[in-house]
């Protein structure tokens, strides 16, 4: 249910960003809020696909073991630079039409990079995932917060933002494991017999 929560919130950064981002009324976004609708794009569509997968990893809907494509490094890192690649050039966009074709790019490799990162996170290191989502969930709505000019978007998804990524500390912490081996899916050594 956590899990299915902070991807709703990150579907509805989604489409409040694509809305501004998109909209052709005047006066058109100022720079800041171009930049801030296109990551409140990215770190959205990221949140809902990395917590749906979780959700369903938590339903036992799918296989609970980290899941590594072969070659998945290099796959991450080549969705990751098409995401960089397609947010300059919807940043530097004049057209209408473009700017909604990359917007939708932008929004399925997102997806992508979401999913391509939670499925190689074990069913024993969900609530670390859960917990950075629930990070990633704030950071995408205080991003739309700018986007839109509403502070106290701003200053809520900002404080999430900050609590999921203390208790996302505190977690890890608590397992004596970092962020990174939980992301890379590495996952720790079985305890000898004594």
Do not use: W, Y
């Amino acid at each position: 249910m956590v899990a299915f929560q902070h991807g709703a919130g990150g579907i509805a950064a989604v489409l409040v960003s694509a809305v501004e981002l998109t909209r052709m009324a005047t006066p058109a976004l100022p720079p800041s809020g171009t930049v801030s609708a296109i990551l409140g794009l990215i770190i959205g569509a990221g949140t809902f696909s990395g917590s749906m997968i979780a959700g369903l990893k938590l339903a036992n809907r799918i296989r609970q073991t980290p899941t590594c494509l072969p070659g998945h490094n290099h796959v991450l890192l080549a969705v990751t630079g098409g995401i960089a690649m397609l947010a300059v050039v919807t940043c530097l966009a004049d057209d209408h039409n473009t700017l909604v074709a990359m917007a939708a790019l932008l929004i399925l490799t997102s997806i992508a990079l979401g999913a391509l990162m939670a499925i190689r996170i074990g069913g024993a290191d969900m609530p670390v995932l859960i917990s950075f989502l629930n990070a990633t969930a704030g950071l995408a709505a205080a991003l739309c917060g700018v986007a839109i000019g509403n502070r106290l978007l701003i200053a809520c998804g900002a404080a999430v933002a900050a609590s999921g990524s203390i208790l996302t500390h505190v977690m890890c912490r608590a397992m004596n494991r970092g962020l990174t081996t939980v992301f890379a899916g590495i996952q720790p050594p079985k305890a000898g017999l004594v």
